[in-house]
């Protein structure tokens, strides 16, 4: 344990910017997290494990979509920003923010080991006056019954001798108006003093509101409960989209009319399945948790079904729009537009794209697909590349064209002119008139 480190008042640090700041794991949480608390007026020290994240922060080189070039160059060049896979440097830090991955394991089971291992690599270099403030999305009681008994391993008490809480990443990829500046903060300490010391980290970096909770538990389930709202409701509204085809009703006609309701509503949209690092993975972290309650989440488990399903019956709807232009599946051309998993993104985590892609090439089809933001993508440890153009002679020579994510970029009115057959997941050709050869999911 490290004991040279000053332990004067945190709270004061912060106000008067002299403390140092630390943010393990340089991804799409971190590096933006980073980055805010370098033009916030603190030295900061990200860490991570992958040598070549941390050479690229250390070279200016931005790889995260939210973040503005300028800024990393700039922070980096003025040595308030300074990344490194050396853990040592821990000891120099007074508030230290995990933002690691919790993936699932292939039992579909919360897989906590990278927030485990972030831990341990603390403990050792750990102070007085510390903070520790967990920000990966996880199931309710990580925090406390996970992280805390690992970090006082140090011989330091939490709420005494370090402070600890946990705070919900909000990162929206792609969102122009909502970044980590501006997006409203939730707190919860494993003491109240240790709220407060939280609070008062982030109110010096955030141009946002810091909203406090009693407890990690709380913050924990609030952020579960985010993405569980919005899973439940895209199941929803993905399970009346199969009703409305087999009715013949267009949904998407449906959901504009239901917005016109100026209360008591908010519109969610089908697609060919969930997308991302939480959406598709947070309720799976609840199901996992409630289990030792001996309780199971049935509303929650059965928009799983549907929303898991998406790429399955996707790809059936593409076979019959095949059928109906006397062409088999199998040896069939398809054009997929557009892998990441949201629009205007490059982030292809968890895409349900790909998915689609899968289920298209074990029905037999020739796949092929144009991303303006993702010209290759890795899966089952091959590189898939994709077409450096979209060209008409790409889309003519397409027996089907697929638009699985509604890129802005794309030229839909090309697509349209000049395509045998398009089967459109996402409504991305709601403008086109002429409607001939396009089907809606």
């Known amino acids: ?16 910017k002299t403390a140092t700041l630390g943010v393990i794991g340089l991804g799409y949480v971190g590096l933006p997290l980073a980055v805010e608390k370098a033009k916030a007026g603190y030295k900061t020290i990200g860490f991570d494990v992958q040598e070549s994240k941390v050479e690229m922060v250390n070279h200016g080189e931005n790889y995260i979509g939210d973040v503005v070039n300028e800024d990393l160059a ?24 995990i933002c690691v991955p919790t993936p699932l394991d292939k039992y579909q089971q919360p897989d ?50 370090f402070y600890l809480a946990y705070s919900p990443e909000r990162v929206d ?19 109240s003093k240790c709220t407060d010391v939280a609070a008062a980290l982030y109110e010096s970096i ?6 406090r909770v009693s407890s990690p538990a709380i913050a924990e389930m609030e952020k579960i409960l985010e993405n569980i709202y919005r899973n439940i409701n895209i199941g929803l509204v ?68 549907v929303n898991d399903r998406m790429p399955e019956y996707c790809v059936e709807r593409a076979s019959k729009i095949l059928n109906k232009h006397k062409k088999a599946m199998n040896g069939s051309i398809v054009l997929v537009l ?70 802005t970029m794309v030229d839909y009115t090309l697509v349209q002119e000049h395509a045998k057959a398009i089967f459109d997941t996402k409504n991305a050709m709601k403008d086109i008139t002429n409607r001939d050869n396009i089907e809606l999911l």
Request: charged residues 25%; hydrophobic residues 35%; glycine residues 6%.
């Open 74 to 97: 700039e922070l980096v060049k003025s040595g308030d920003l300074l990344a490194t896979t050396d853990f040592e440097k821990v000891a120099q830090a007074d508030c230290v923010s």
């Open 173 to 191: 990829p792609g969102n122009l108006t909502f970044k980590t500046k501006n997006t409203p903060k939730v707190v919860g300490g494993s003491t």
């Open 1 to 16: 344990m490290n004991t040279a480190t000053s332990t004067s008042n945190l709270k004061d640090k912060l106000l008067s």
């Open 338 to 407: 557009g892998v990441a998993y949201k629009k205007d993104i490059d982030d292809c985590r968890e895409s349900a794209a790909i998915r689609v892609i899968n289920e298209l090439e074990k029905e037999g089809a020739e796949v092929i697909f144009y991303d303006p933001y993702v010209p290759e993508y890795k899966a089952h440890g091959k590189v898939k590349k994709g077409e450096p153009d979209l060209t008409v002679e790409l889309i003519e020579s397409a027996d089907l064209v697929m638009i699985t994510t509604d890129h």
């Open 112 to 161: 906590i080991s990278y927030v485990k291992a972030s831990a341990k690599s603390i403990v050792p270099y750990m102070h007085k006056d510390m903070l520790i403030v967990l920000e990966s999305t996880t199931y309710p009681g990580t925090t406390e019954e996970l992280l805390k008994p690992i970090l006082e391993e140090s011989g330091l008490k939490c709420g005494e001798d």
């Open 238 to 305: 993905n399970e009346l989209a199969i009703l409305s085809e087999k009715m013949g009703i267009n949904f998407w006609e449906v959901i504009e009319a239901a917005k016109s309701k100026p209360y008591g509503f908010q519109a969610f949209y089908p697609g060919p399945g969930l997308g991302g690092h939480c959406i598709p993975l947070d309720p799976y972290y609840l199901s996992w948790k409630a289990r030792e309650f001996d309780f199971h989440t049935l509303m929650i488990e059965s928009s799983m079904m």
């Open 206 to 211: 955030l141009e946002a509101p810091i909203h």
